[in-house]
């Protein structure tokens, strides 16, 4: 069950991804933020794949493997994209659970394409909870309403989608390949589409006049991330996808406690009878498996 442990580990390191790269965007562009801590996923991701060793075996993955990388690694970068601004538009409470919704549509995406229908009954009726666990933790405030309006919740959106077909298109993709050297090469995809984007946007030239404090929390954010990933994926590769996306969803926990203490943003109580409903939700996916 070491990938059920992986799974949990994903967790603790995506919930601190969160909060630190909320300290990095205040002043820093969201895609040139993405962008560099890219570069910071990408170093450690390749690390990881020469200490364990599997730089090697490139050579033996197949074309189908690569085609499903590839479009997994497109899929994260755009996930990433659309996460990082609405991050950097509205609250972190409000669009960490709309970002971690992508659970739900992974879920029914996992029963259709690989058959994972045990104990069918208790996931879909978990599905619906943690549906509304989320539709009670994105209620906003007024005052929200009239400063940010809700551009923030549509790029929410369109994260989890994004999020959610990662998901199922890595799980093709790791089929045989070695879950770090997977990692790595879905990472480099991510590298290439995040740059293109900053410099398509001209917003290169800001690297110059980036906070050397924002660029601190901008690195270690991408080192939670590559850790994240990391074990997310060795998760996704040796367990079950409709219980690994659930637990590493329980990240949300993290980010709330941490976003309570650092930007004093706290939930009311009908989010946080949410946020008890999303955990239950996610809790009932992971035990009946």
């Not at 549509?105 to 009726?125: D, P, Q, R």
């Not at 946007?201 to 590559?226: D, H, P, V, Y």
């Not at 239950?280 to 996916?285: F, W």
Request: glycine letters at 6%.
């Amino acid at each position: 069950m070491l990938w059920v442990i992986a799974a949990i580990l994903s967790a603790v390191f995506a919930g601190l991804t969160s909060i630190l790269a909320k300290c990095g965007i205040k002043k820093t562009d969201s895609d040139l933020a993405t962008a560099i801590r890219t570069v910071v996923v990408l170093a450690f991701s390749w690390l990881m794949v020469f200490v364990v060793g599997s730089q090697g075996t490139i050579k033996d993955i197949t074309l189908k493997s690569l085609i499903f990388l590839i479009l997994s690694g497109l899929a994260t970068g755009a996930s990433w994209i659309c996460y990082f601004k609405a991050l950097s538009m509205g609250d972190i409470n409000k669009v960490v659970p709309i970002d971690k919704s992508s659970t739900i549509l992974t879920v029914l995406l996992a029963i259709i394409c690989f058959g994972e229908i045990s104990n069918l009954g208790m996931k879909l009726v978990a599905t619906i909870v943690l549906s509304v666990g989320i539709f009670l933790m994105v209620e906003k405030k007024d005052t929200e309403k009239q400063i940010k309006g809700r551009s923030w919740m549509i790029y929410a959106v369109l994260s989890a989608v994004f999020a959610a077909l990662t998901s199922i298109l890595a799980k093709v993709g790791i089929s045989g390949v070695e879950s770090n050297l997977g990692t790595a090469i879905r990472t480099a995809v991510v590298l290439i589409m995040a740059w293109i984007i900053v410099f398509a946007r001209g917003r290169q030239k800001g690297i110059k006049n980036i906070n050397k404090k924002e660029l601190l929390f901008i690195c270690m954010s991408g080192i939670a991330t590559g850790a994240s990933w990391l074990f997310y994926y060795y998760a996704i590769a040796q367990g079950i996808v409709s219980v690994v996306v659930p637990i590493d969803k329980l990240s949300i926990l993290i980010t709330v406690a941490f976003s309570y203490v650092v930007f004093k943003e706290k939930l009311s109580k009908k989010a946080f009878i949410g946020l008890l409903l999303m955990t239950v939700a996610t809790l009932l996916m992971a035990f009946f498996k």
